[in-house]
């Protein structure tokens, strides 16, 4: 598990993060969201012991950084933005020399580099020079250099920016293979890819931690229905509007004549459904579809980081 408490990072009079409290639990895996220059990169170089934080701490599994900076560090691959990698040594070569420096012991580094070029599909090209590899490839041989000395946590800063359509898609796929036996903290600004991928998001906006959780806790409980029923929008609107715990009723396009579809915006734990149903069978308008309307990160996101100042 990796903990960040109350970490401030400034450079110079900028103050890159402010006091985030982030607790990640082993086994998730967690994307990283926030706007250009909103401290995400910051963030992930405090938790990989890349530099310490001006204020606060950074633990892995209970040790720290500071003061154990081997130990936490050997628990912790990572794949920078741009990831250093030796464009003339062959893919094997590097991921050699890199599971030397990870203290993997000589006897064990053919094996282990076999293993790692089979996870992350490098066979075919584990004799090639480096910098004879597409992009696509190269990011792998960077995923794959982290895996080096097998860390339990994997950290990925922004591993799918600049990579063509089926490349990102390669390496989605990868990072979904690598989650089910690594922790996985991961960068992006692509908040699809982190809806499909997380299993915990952490949402950073200047410097601030604002939201942390499951998707299903940053979504939270819905105050918004989706309604279709059988009747004339003329009939049912004015009595869904009266109905008590509803705030808002905003009609939706169906394009069939004779069904009206709305949202109903509710009351903060308004429990609606005993009424509307009893409301409905009075009107003699069959109900085709009632179901919570959840807001998307997308939305979520947008919403956390529309101020100037971070809420
Ligand atoms: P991006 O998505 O653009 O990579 P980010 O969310 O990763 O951005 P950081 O790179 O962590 O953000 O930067 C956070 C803030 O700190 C930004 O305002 C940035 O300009 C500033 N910053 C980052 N590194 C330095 C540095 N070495 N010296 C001064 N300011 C810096």
Not at 16 to 34: F, K, M, Q, S, T
Not at 43 to 68: E, I
Not at 127 to 142: D, E, F
Not at 283 to 304: N, T, V
């Amino acid at each position: 598990m990796i903990e960040l408490c109350q970490a401030t990072k400034r450079y110079g009079p900028k103050e890159a993060l402010h006091a985030v409290d982030l607790r990640i639990p082993e086994g998730c895996v967690l994307g990283l969201l926030g706007v250009n220059g909103a401290g995400k990169t910051t963030a992930l170089n405090l938790m990989t012991g890349y530099f310490p934080p001006t204020s606060g701490s950074v633990r892995v599994d209970g040790m720290d950084m500071l003061t154990q900076p081997r130990a936490c560090k050997r628990r912790i691959g990572y794949l920078p933005e741009q990831p250093p990698l030796y464009d003339e040594m062959s893919v094997a070569g590097f991921l050699t020399f890199v599971s030397r420096l990870r203290e993997v012991k000589d006897r064990d580094i053919p094996g282990h580099v076999k293993d790692i070029c089979g996870l992350c599909g490098l066979e075919e090209v584990a004799g090639r020079p480096v910098g004879k590899l597409s992009k696509g490839y190269r990011q792998r041989v960077g995923i794959a250099s982290a895996l080096c000395g097998d860390p339990p946590t994997l950290i990925l800063d922004e591993p799918t920016v600049g990579l063509d359509p089926r490349q990102v898609v390669e390496i989605r796929s990868l990072i979904r293979t690598l989650g089910e036996t690594h922790t996985v903290v991961f960068s992006s600004h692509l908040l699809p890819e982190v809806q499909q991928l997380c299993t915990r998001v952490a949402i950073l906006h200047q410097g601030r931690l604002v939201r942390e959780g499951s998707l299903e806790e940053l979504q939270g409980g819905s105050r918004r229905l989706r309604l279709e029923a059988l009747g004339a929008p003329e009939k049912l609107l004015p009595a869904l509007r009266g109905l008590p715990g509803v705030q808002r009723v905003l009609p939706q396009e169906t394009g069939e004549a004779g069904v009206t579809a709305v949202l109903l915006e509710c009351e903060e734990k308004a429990e609606i459904s005993e009424a509307l149903f009893r409301l409905l069978c009075a009107l003699d308008a069959p109900i085709r579809l009632l179901a919570p309307e959840r807001d998307s990160l997308e939305e979520i996101f947008l919403r956390l980081t529309a101020g100037k100042e971070a809420p």
